[in-house]
């Protein structure tokens, strides 16, 4: 069973809010990644992470940040919500090439 | 770059029915390749996955995939469909030949009718 965990699973929240996503797995996989999901289901990679000290841009432009201090810690922030920001996000790791990527549940956040 | 294609938005098929949903890959070599299931409120579940070994895959919930280097295709099926398929299915694609990061297909949504 994957070990992969996100929180607040629900979140709304005003405008202009810090918010913080947080994304923890207990497995030990050095890749982590962070996707943003439209209501019409696609899935865009916003940020990615190799390993400690490692955090990279993905493919959607995004005004969100990341960090990986901790290998099993990788944290999404926003600085100040927006309505547009309103969407799902799913956090996932990999341990490597070849391997599947395990998903938590993921946060569903509504700014308003 | 390589990306997957997924066929069809909405699959609509009626319980005890053939399952197909259709995936093709652009890459310059043969990749990794996944299928994934997500249901409401839920993040996404691997179902099967296909890295160079038999071509023929065998998953979860009694789904299976075929690779095929000629059609680059990897068509997700199920023999009998159940009610509690329906959900929104992920086609994915990784290195080697490009990135090893994950990237996913637009998704399919299977609609089971009694």
């Known amino acids: 069973e994957a070990d992969i965990y996100q929180t607040p699973r629900y979140l709304v929240i005003g405008t202009g809010k810090k918010i913080t996503l947080e994304c923890s797995q207990t497995?030990?996989?050095?890749?982590m990644y962070w996707y943003q999901q439209d209501p019409g289901m696609e899935l865009h990679l916003i940020h990615y992470?190799?390993?400690?000290?490692?955090?990279e841009k993905g493919d959607l432009s995004s005004e969100s940040t990341v960090s990986r201090i901790r290998t099993e810690h990788f944290p999404l922030t926003l600085e100040s919500a927006r309505p547009s920001h309103t969407s799902q996000y799913l956090c996932?790791?990999?341990?490597?090439?070849?391997?599947?990527?395990?998903f938590g549940q993921g946060t569903r956040l509504t700014v308003v | 770059a390589q990306s997957v294609t997924q066929l069809g938005s909405h699959v609509s098929v009626s319980e005890g029915a053939l399952v197909l949903l259709r995936c093709n890959y652009s890459?310059?070599?043969?990749?990794?390749l996944f299928w994934y299931v997500q249901y409401p409120n839920q993040g996404l579940q691997l179902l099967l996955k296909?890295?160079?070994?038999?071509?023929l895959v065998k998953g979860i919930n009694g789904f299976e995939a075929e690779f095929k280097k000629s059609e680059t295709s990897f068509h997700l099926t199920k023999p009998s469909a159940h009610m509690s398929d329906a959900a929104e299915y992920f086609c994915?694609?990784?290195?080697?030949?490009?990135?090893?990061?994950?990237?996913f297909g637009r998704g399919t949504s299977l609609i089971v009718h009694p």
């Open positions: 996932a790791s990999s341990s490597g090439g070849g391997t599947e990527a395990f």
């Open positions: 497995m030990g996989h050095d890749k």
């Open positions: 992470s190799y390993g400690v000290n490692s955090t």
């Open positions: 890459s310059s070599v043969p990749p990794y």
């Open positions: 296909y890295t160079s070994a038999a071509t």
């Open positions: 994915a694609v990784s290195g080697p030949g490009g990135s090893y990061i994950p990237t």
